[in-house]
């Protein structure tokens, strides 16, 4: 994946998260305080406005920083400063190898940053575990993230505004589960995403 | 001479305790914000923007939630000359003592060990 590709996918994220709006905000008002959803839409608009064409590494950097400056809460800094990490390893060309060290990158961030280590119902159960359905010929499949957000499910939060609910957070998919397969499906190498 | 920073998730939080500490330890520099947008909430921007003025080795207070995990990213993202530390220590007893401990000429490195002493 070149720079070119890697715009057009982080700019069609906009969209994605345009359309997930409502899905991210009914599962943040489950278990959270209901603003995911905006918050994901906010940032991605600015990341429209403000990445532009630019080397790989500062597009990852500039959308790090758009969306650091634009979404609230843990999430948005989570997401801003990993793709700011990500830009300092990444290649002009993103190949599976890099591909998978930059994922390798964005879990160590989350889990150092969020002070998370897995099993506690985070955007970190589907980002740290993205490497193990990273195809050989680099597919990053949605159906395939999917399923480790689905794994979030039954699990009972114990960081963030969620572990305010206990055993009820369970039965809900993690909103910041879930928007983590939206943003890591963007990286799939396959050359239609 | 240190400086003190202090990020809250409220304005209030922040000019109030850097008033405090102002009149208590004249002369010290104090670097003060808190809250997002009129409401309550840290970014990073915030505490860039305070970095970026700050003129020696700074010693940093945080309040409650994302507030440590911005200041981190902050710190880390931090390119000037200077030495940032980020004290573990109650914010308002904490940048007192800090303040108190400036003025009278103790060394960042001791202060920063009176600070880890302290329970937040």
Redesign the interface.
Known sequence: MNNTMLLQRLHKLQETFTEKETELTALDREIGDGDHGVNMKRGFNAVKEKVTESSTQEILKQTGMALMGSIGGASGPLYGFSFVKMSEAAKDEIDVENLRELLEIFAETVSSKGKVSGGEKTMYDVISRAKEVLGEDGALKLEDLQKLADDTKDMIATKGRAAYFKEKSKGTVDPGAQSAVYLLSAFTLEEEA | MTEILIISHSKDIASGTKELIEQMAQGVTVHASGG?GGGI?T???QIDHMLSEVESDTICFFDI??SL??L??AV??YEGEHEIHIANAPIVEGSFLAAVEISIGTNTAEIMEKLSEMVK
């Open positions: 997002v909430g970014n990073i921007g939630g994302s995990m911005n981190e990213m880390e993202m």
